[in-house]
T-cell receptor, first 114, second 115 residues
Framework: AAGVIQSPRHLIKEKRETATLKCYPIPRHDTVYWYQQGPGQDPQFLIS???????DKGSIPDRFSAQQFSDYHSELNMSSLELGDSALYFCASSSGRRNTGELFFGEGSRLTVL | AQKVTQAQTEISVVEKEDVTLDCVYE???????LFWYKQPPSGELVFLIR??????QNEISGRYSWNFQKSTSSFNFTITASQVVDSAVYFCALHASGGSYIPTFGRGTSLIVHP
């Protein structure tokens, strides 16, 4: 069965550069979540989208933005990258806005900022 | 506010030992859902189990079992006869209406199973 696809899997950037991460949810899933997981840390919720609209916002920095497109894929745009942005970025998808079931996670995009 | 505490940062066992991973949660909601996810070295979080707040029955699935106790706000996870393939980071998570059903994760417990 198709899972959540994230790209790129690995990304290396310099400070102050920009980066874009992409997430393709499971087919027919209409909700996408973005999480940031620093080294040895728990996943921190950044932002979520339902039916192409932002539904909830977590600890996403102002330097980051995201959107969900008509085909339900989502992109996380990160600008003015800082060393502290180095982390594993997870995308997860589910069906329905107020999800009480499990999330389906992608394998993550590992961002390294030098 | 929602909070999940996994006090054990790392557990190291030898194959075939039983191991219990602790999870304590905090929420003011009466309806909530608890989860365990496994994160193997490949990185992807894999769903293991979901429990709602109205169902305190313990569950067993093969070598895995879960003990949900509302009285102590705990949802502990036991692996019986551990195997090397069980080595991973395990996360406990909470969904509750007070948190808009956005999953709140604990810090994770790294389980290392030695041959």
């Amino acid at each position: 069965a198709a899972g959540v696809i994230q790209s790129p899997r690995h990304l290396i950037k310099e400070k102050r550069e920009t980066a874009t991460l992409k997430c393709y949810p499971i087919p027919r899933h209409d909700t996408v979540y973005w999480y940031q997981q620093g080294p040895g840390q728990d996943p921190q919720f950044l932002i979520s989208f339902y039916e192409k609209m932002q539904s909830d916002k977590g600890s996403i920095p102002d330097r980051f933005s995201a959107q969900q497109f008509s085909d339900y894929h989502s992109e996380l745009n990160m600008s003015s990258l800082e060393l502290g942005d180095s982390a594993l970025y997870f995308c997860a998808s589910s069906s329905g806005r107020r999800n009480t079931g499990e999330l389906f996670f992608g394998e993550g995009s590992r961002l390294t900022v030098l | 506010a929602q909070k999940v505490t996994q006090a054990q940062t790392e557990i190291s066992v030898v194959e075939k030992e039983d191991v219990t991973l602790d999870c304590v949660y905090e929420t003011r909601d009466t309806t909530y859902y608890l989860f365990w996810y496994k994160q193997p070295p490949s990185g992807e979080l894999v769903f293991l189990i979901r429990r709602n707040s109205f169902d305190e029955q313990n569950e067993i699935s093969g070598r895995y079992s879960w003990n949900f106790q509302k009285s102590t706000s705990s949802f502990n996870f036991t692996i019986t006869a551990s195997q090397v393939v069980d080595s991973a980071v395990y996360f406990c998570a909470l969904h509750a209406s007070g948190g808009s059903y956005i999953p709140t994760f604990g810090r994770g417990t790294s389980l290392i199973v030695h041959p």
